[in-house]
């Protein structure tokens, strides 16, 4: 059973930042808009597509314990605007926004129960603010937000902020956001933006 863990948090809060510690053939990343990394060098096992069958494709078969998708919220905005513009109605647009759940759903499923023990899925997404304050994932239609609640599929949720001029990762919620861990996985509330120190904390805890 596959580990997906989510990294979320806004534009420029260090989310990509937090892969520069990575050694180039350690992790393979699924970059789905294909944009430059905020660091020098390139990883040499990399993959462009926003085609949920490729990457699980892809992830099947990678030569590493260690995946990276970059930015997945872009998975379902990709998908809305390639047909929402097509002119869907009725119930089209019912159909599409079902789409859009089902697709991110089913890659989550696919991960805990397709992929070995062993490996470790980071899913980049993007945090939205409500107009209460509370903070959860940006997602696209209600079905993930009300019917699946994607945070509620996954053990780990780091936040990733960045506070006059330093980047971070909050492991526990602060009352307001979804950022949950397992209490002695992490030794802080903050921790280094370092996407290669939490790997290796959560393998250490989980003993894999």
Same mark, same amino acid.
């Given at each position: 059973m596959?580990k997906?863990?989510?990294?979320?948090g806004?534009?420029? =809060?260090?989310k =990509? &930042?937090?892969? #520069?510690n990575?050694? #180039? @053939?350690?992790i393979f990343?699924v970059?789905?808009e294909g944009?430059d990394?905020?660091?020098r060098?390139?990883? $040499?096992?990399t993959?462009r597509?926003?085609n949920? $069958?490729?990457? !699980?494709?892809?992830?099947s #078969?990678?030569?590493l314990?260690?995946?990276?998708?970059?930015?997945?919220g872009?998975?379902?905005?990709?998908?809305?605007m390639?047909?929402h =513009?097509a002119?869907?109605?009725?119930n089209?647009t019912?159909?599409?926004y079902n789409?859009?759940?089902?697709?991110?759903?089913?890659?989550?499923?696919f991960?805990?129960?397709?992929?070995p023990?062993?490996t470790?899925?980071?899913?980049?997404?993007? $945090?939205d603010v #409500?107009?209460?304050?509370?903070?959860?994932?940006?997602t696209i239609g &209600?079905?993930?937000?009300? !019917?699946v609640?994607?945070?509620?599929m996954?053990?780990?949720?780091?936040?990733?902020?960045?506070?006059?001029?330093?980047?971070?990762?909050?492991?526990?919620?602060?009352?307001m956001?979804?950022? !949950?861990?397992?209490?002695d996985?992490f030794?802080?509330?903050e921790?280094?933006?370092?996407?290669?120190?939490? @790997?290796q !904390?959560? &393998?250490e805890?989980?003993e894999?």
């Open positions: 596959g997906p863990v989510i990294i979320y806004k534009s420029g =809060s260090g =990509s &930042r937090s892969l #520069k990575f050694a #180039k @053939d350690e990343l970059n789905v944009k990394l905020p660091f060098g390139k990883f $040499e096992y993959y597509s926003d949920y $069958e490729k990457i !699980k494709q892809q992830l #078969k990678m030569p314990k260690t995946a990276v998708i970059d930015d997945a872009y998975l379902l905005t990709n998908m809305f390639s047909r =513009s002119g869907a109605k009725g089209a019912f159909e599409l789409d859009i759940g089902d697709e991110f759903w089913k890659l989550i499923r991960i805990k129960l397709s992929l023990e062993d470790i899925v980071y899913l980049m997404m993007h $945090e #409500k107009d209460s304050g509370e903070v959860q994932l940006k &209600r079905l993930l937000d009300e !019917k609640n994607i945070q509620g996954v053990t780990i949720v780091l936040r990733c902020m960045s506070q006059d001029g330093k980047h971070f990762f909050r492991t526990h919620t602060d009352g956001d979804i950022t !949950k861990s397992p209490e996985m030794e802080s509330d921790i280094d933006n370092d996407l290669k120190f939490v @790997d !904390k959560i &393998r805890y989980w894999i």
